[in-house]
């Protein structure tokens, strides 16, 4: 079994990945999640999540790098294996030419790296990919596997925290589509203009990066807001909620077949 961690600002997704599953061409498949509050040490609970499984590869990615140290003790001590981390110095499966990879967040790279193992078709059909949640990122990996770069736009948590908190009045509304796109109070009014932003706005830079790069695309979405997006849209997309730690796995297997 495979030990896989997508360490965030606030928290880390942990994941066990069984590599001798099969699903479609891709083999493997993370069968077992669970999300980790930041902590001293990580040692009870992830003993507890992995249980009687043997962890033979352990590897992760972080936004957080002060995270890194707690989770290599945690992870050595537990399975006594040394945790791994993916950068953009990796060999990677497709071309970055991002021109200031150093900034790129890693989970971008591998989020990346899932979808276009998973759903391009090299020559054929690049990926974008779609990832809704704290911020709502957009990733092109090309046909011919270049990863020039995309998009990062703030989610609609971030949106609608920003104006409760900038503003005197204005209330932290929950956030539920309204019925129209004309609020009848003040909470409606805050949904609208939070909530058809994300979907008019997803779509058109959907449109306007395919009609830019004229090349074919297979639309990949995860993060939270990924289902609601392409419930609300009526869209032909793939979701993944795995996708980042899938790439994480992905990245394991291209490491060692080089």
């Known amino acids: 079994m495979w030990l896989l961690i997508d360490i965030g600002n606030s928290s880390s997704k942990v994941g066990l990945f069984d590599p001798m599953s099969t699903v479609e061409h891709i083999p493997g498949e993370v069968i077992r999640t669970q999300r980790f509050e930041h ?50 110095e990796s060999t990677l499966p497709l071309r970055l030419s991002y021109e200031t990879p150093q900034t790129m967040g890693h989970d971008r790279i591998v989020a990346a790296v899932g979808a276009w193992t998973r759903h391009g078709v090299p020559g054929e059909q690049g990926v974008l990919v779609l990832d809704a949640g704290t911020a709502l990122n957009i990733e092109v990996v090309r046909p011919d596997g270049e990863y020039p770069g995309g998009v990062i736009a703030a989610g609609p948590n ?97 490491d060692h077949s080089g």
């Open 39 to 88: 902590a001293p040490s990580q040692v009870l609970a992830l003993k507890e999540f992995i249980g009687s499984h043997t962890i033979s590869r352990a590897a992760a990615v972080t936004v957080v790098p002060q995270q890194r140290g707690a989770w290599m003790d945690a992870v050595r001590q537990v399975t006594g294996t040394d945790l791994l981390f993916f950068t953009h």
């Open 158 to 254: 971030l949106i609608r925290d920003a104006l409760g908190m900038s503003t005197a009045q204005l209330p932290l509304a929950a956030l539920e589509l309204p019925p129209s796109p004309v609020g009848r109070s003040t909470k409606e009014a805050i949904q609208s203009g939070v909530l058809f932003p994300l979907l008019d706005g997803t779509t058109g830079l959907v449109r306007r990066i395919r009609e830019r790069e004229a090349l074919p695309f297979q639309v990949v979405v995860t993060g939270g807001w990924g289902t609601w997006l392409i419930e609300q849209l009526r869209v032909d997309w793939k979701y993944d909620r795995n996708l980042v730690l899938k790439g994480i796995a992905d990245l394991i297997r291209h």
